[in-house]
C-alpha cells in the first residue's frame, strides 16, 4: 500500500495508471460488448418477469431500480439474470472509476497527512474492486458452480474494499466521498443479492486434503504441499534475501518487487535467518508468491507502523499482501508500536487462495487483518489483545495457538471481531481444532483482565470456534458486545465440540444470533468443505482429498 508520506503525485505515476486505465477500459468495452451481444439473441420480455432476483437484497427496492436501470438503458427487457448481472456489475466498474477520479483530485488538495493516507487506501481499494468487478463478470459469464462460487468471493471482497474506504474517511475527506461510497456500496450489495439468488446452494464442494497428516484446502497443488513440507533452506528457492549480503537481496521488499508480475506458476522467496525492519507490500499483480524463512522464531520482518503514529489501520501492516495465491511460510512477522499506540497491524492479507504455514503473528490491538477473500491458517502462532484477529474474509484457522496477551489498564480481550456487512456475504471466522489461550504474560494475572472469544465488529458478523480447546482464559460469557444491543440479532456466533476449562456454555451469552451448534450439518458449513469452496482445484492436483469435519 502507498505510504501516508508518499509524495501525492508525480509524472511515472501518472504514466502507469494512464496505461493501466487505457488497459481496463478496452477489457471493460469487450466486455460490455460481449454481454450486448449475449442480450441481442434473448426475447423480450417484461421487467416484472425479473422482479425475483432481488429478493435476498438487503434493500430489495434499490436493488430493482438498479436493475430497472441497466434494463431500460440498454434499450430492451430481458428476465436472463446472468446478462442483467453482468450489466450491473459493468455499471459499477464505470461508477468505480469516476469515485477514483474524484479521490484522486481529492487526496491532491488535501495537506493533512492522515486524510491523504485514508484517501490513498481509498484509491488502491477502488482499484483492486475494478479488476475483481471485471473477474467476476467473465466468471459469471462462464457460468459454472465454482465460477459462480469465485464470483460470489470477490464480490464479498469489493463490498468489504468499499466499506473499508468509507471507514477509514474522516472530515471534509469522507464528506466529499460520501456520495460516491454510499452508492457503491448499495450497487455491491444488489449484485451480491443477485448473485446468491442465481447460484447454487455453497455445498458439496471438495474440501480437505490429506498428505502426512496435514490437512490443507484444496486449492493448494501438489507442488505448493511439497513446499508446504518443506522447510527452510530445503526449499528450492527462485532468489534468496539475506542481511549479510549472501542473498541476492539484502531486504525482503527489494525481493518482491523483483519478483516477476502475474506468474502462473509459483514463484519463491527464501529470507534467511535474522530480523529485517522493513514494511513489506506484496502488490496484486504479485501473483502466486511465496515467501518462506528459517522458522516463525528465526526469520522475523518487523514494523511498527500504526494509528497513534499517524498511519491507518489498512496502512500499517508490517507485511501486507493482496496477491492472490500467496503462501507465507516459516516466519514471523511483528508490529512493535505497541499498545499505546492503539491500532498497529502485523499482517493484513486480501490475497484470495492464500496459506499462512507455520507463522508466528505478534502485536496487540489488530495483530492480524484477515481482510478479505478466502484465506487459510494453519500451525501457526497468533499473539494480541484487542480484536487481534478482524476482518471480512471467508478463513479457516486450524492447529494454531491464539495467545491473548496482558493488555493495558482497564481494556478487555477479544480474539476475534469479524466484519460482515451483509447477510449475502460468504465470508466468515472459522477456528477449528485450534488452542485459545493466555501468553505467557497474561496467565500470571488472567484474572484481573477479561478474554473473549470475540465481539461483533458490523452488523452481520459470522464467527464459528469449533473442535477446539478453549482454556480458562477465556470468560464464561464467551462472547462480548460492541456497542449495546448492536448485531445481537444480526450476527451468528457458533460453538461446535469444543473442550477445555473454558469451553463450556452453560453460562455464555443469551444472544438471539448465539448458537451451540449440536448437527454436524451445521457444523459443517464452516469447514474449509464449504467456507473456503475447493471444487475442482482438487481434483485438477491429482491428489487424494478428504470429506467432512476432522
Request: glycine share 6%; net charge positive; hydrophobic share 40%.
Amino acid at each position: 500500500m502507498a505510504s501516508t508520506t508518499e509524495p501525492l503525485l508525480n509524472t511515472p505515476r501518472n504514466s502507469r495508471f494512464i496505461c493501466k486505465f487505457l488497459y481496463t477500459a478496452l477489457a471493460f468495452v469487450a466486455l460490455l460488448v460481449s454481454a450486448v451481444f449475449l442480450a441481442s439473441n434473448l426475447s423480450k420480455q417484461t421487467q416484472n418477469d425479473v422482479s425475483h432476483i432481488c429478493q435476498r437484497a438487503l434493500h430489495p427496492e434499490t436493488c430493482q431500480d438498479f436493475v430497472s436501470q441497466v434494463v431500460s438503458s440498454a434499450s430492451f427487457e430481458t428476465k436472463d439474470t446472468t446478462v442483467i448481472l453482468q450489466k450491473l456489475l459493468m455499471k459499477e466498474a464505470r461508477l468505480m472509476k469516476n469515485a477514483s477520479f474524484h479521490a484522486r483530485n481529492l487526496r491532491n488538495q488535501m495537506n493533512e497527512k492522515t486524510e491523504q493516507g485514508a484517501l490513498s487506501d481509498c484509491l488502491d481499494l477502488l482499484d483492486m474492486s475494478f479488476d475483481r468487478v471485471l473477474d467476476s463478470v467473465k466468471a459469471i459469464r462462464d457460468g459454472t458452480r465454482m465460477s459462480r462460487a469465485d464470483a460470489r468471493t470477490w464480490l464479498s471482497g469489493v463490498l468489504t474494499n468499499h466499506v473499508t474506504c468509507f471507514d477509514g474517511l474522516k472530515n471534509s475527506s469522507r464528506k466529499s466521498m460520501e456520495t460516491f461510497l454510499e452508492d457503491l456500496i448499495l450497487r455491491a450489495r444488489a449484485s451480491l443479492a443477485i448473485l446468491a439468488t442465481v447460484s447454487e446452494p455453497d455445498t458439496d464442494f471438495a474440501v480437505l486434503s490429506a498428505l502426512g497428516g496435514m490437512l490443507l484446502p484444496p486449492w493448494i497443488t501438489a507442488m505448493d504441499k511439497t513446499l508446504l513440507e518443506t522447510s527452510g533452506n530445503a526449499i528450492k528457492a527462485d532468489i534468496t534475501v539475506a542481511k549479510d549480503g549472501s542473498g541476492n537481496y539484502k531486504t525482503v521488499a527489494e525481493a518482491v518487487k523483483a519478483a516477476p508480475t502475474n506468474s502462473k506458476t509459483r514463484y519463491v522467496i527464501y529470507v534467511k535467518k535474522g530480523t529485517y525492519k522493513e514494511n513489506v507490500e506484496v502488490a496484486s499483480n504479485k501473483k502466486n508468491l511465496m515467501i518462506v524463512g528459517d522458522g516463525m522464531d528465526s526469520t522475523t520482518i518487523t514494523g511498527d507502523l500504526s494509528v497513534g503514529g499517524g498511519s491507518t489501520t489498512f496502512n500499517s501492516a508490517t507485511l501486507a499482501a493482496v496477491g492472490d495465491g500467496f503462501i507465507l511460510q516459516d516466519i514471523g512477522i511483528k508490529n512493535t508500536a505497541g499498545a499505546a499506540m492503539h491500532q498497529a497491524v502485523a499482517l493484513r492479507l486480501g490475497a484470495d487462495k492464500s496459506v499462512v504455514n507455520r507463522c508466528r503473528l505478534d502485536a496487540f490491538q489488530d495483530t492480524l487483518y484477515a481482510h478479505s477473500q478466502r484465506q487459510f491458517y494453519t500451525q501457526c502462532y497468533i499473539t494480541g489483545t484487542v480484536d487481534f484477529i478482524f476482518g471480512n474474509s471467508a478463513v479457516v484457522f486450524q492447529k494454531c495457538k491464539l495467545a491473548a496477551r496482558k493488555p493495558m489498564a482497564n481494556q478487555q480481550n477479544m480474539v476475534t471481531a469479524q466484519g460482515r456487512t451483509d447477510p449475502n456475504q460468504n465470508t466468515a471466522t472459522s477456528i477449528q481444532a485450534c488452542n485459545i489461550i493466555a501468553s505467557s504474560d497474561l496467565e500470571p494475572v488472567q484474572s484481573s483482565f477479561r478474554t473473549y472469544l470475540g465481539r461483533p465488529w458490523k452488523e452481520y458478523s459470522r464467527t464459528v470456534v469449533m473442535q477446539s480447546n478453549i482454556s480458562s482464559v477465556i470468560d464464561p460469557a464467551g462472547w462480548a458486545k460492541w456497542n449495546g444491543d448492536f448485531a445481537l440479532k444480526t450476527l451468528y456466533y457458533g460453538e461446535y465440540q469444543n473442550q477445555g476449562a473454558g469451553a463450556g456454555t452453560s453460562k455464555r451469552v443469551d444472544w438471539p444470533g448465539y448458537h451451540v451448534i449440536t448437527k454436524s450439518s451445521d457444523a459443517v458449513k464452516f469447514t474449509v468443505k464449504e467456507l473456503i469452496q475447493g471444487g475442482d482445484w482438487l481434483d485438477s492436483a491429482g491428489v487424494s482429498y478428504i470429506e467432512g469435519l476432522i
